[in-house]
């Protein structure tokens, strides 16, 4: 188990995330669904670093109430990731990542949900 994860969370909900996942893939596409947050991901790099940005959106989410879905996508076009976040009674964010600005990171995106949804 990732020690990021266990330092984040604590070790059994990392590990209890981790054995929710659903679908992960070194190729393009993870999707991992756990605890009213489905959180799909495409284009990003290694199997890891998804489950680090999942966890990561959990965990920002994880005290919010209702169904909560986030989609973020990369592009080998571009540096640039977009991050959708959907909730409840219509809750809808959209944002750019920039890989320039070092807005990759799993702690920053956790950060930037935390922010939208905030506002």
Known sequence: MDEHLVALLGPSTAHSLISSQLEVSDT???KIAAMG???E????G????CREIAVGIEHALSEKTGDWRV???GSHASESWEMRV???TGFERSYTLSGAAGQHGPETIRKM???LVSS
């Open 28 to 30: 393009h596409f993870c």
């Open 37 to 39: 947050v489905t959180t």
């Open 41 to 44: 991901l495409q284009n990003l």
């Open 46 to 49: 290694h199997a890891e670093l």
């Open 71 to 73: 989609s973020i996508a």
């Open 86 to 88: 959907e909730g409840p």
């Open 113 to 115: 949900i935390l922010q």
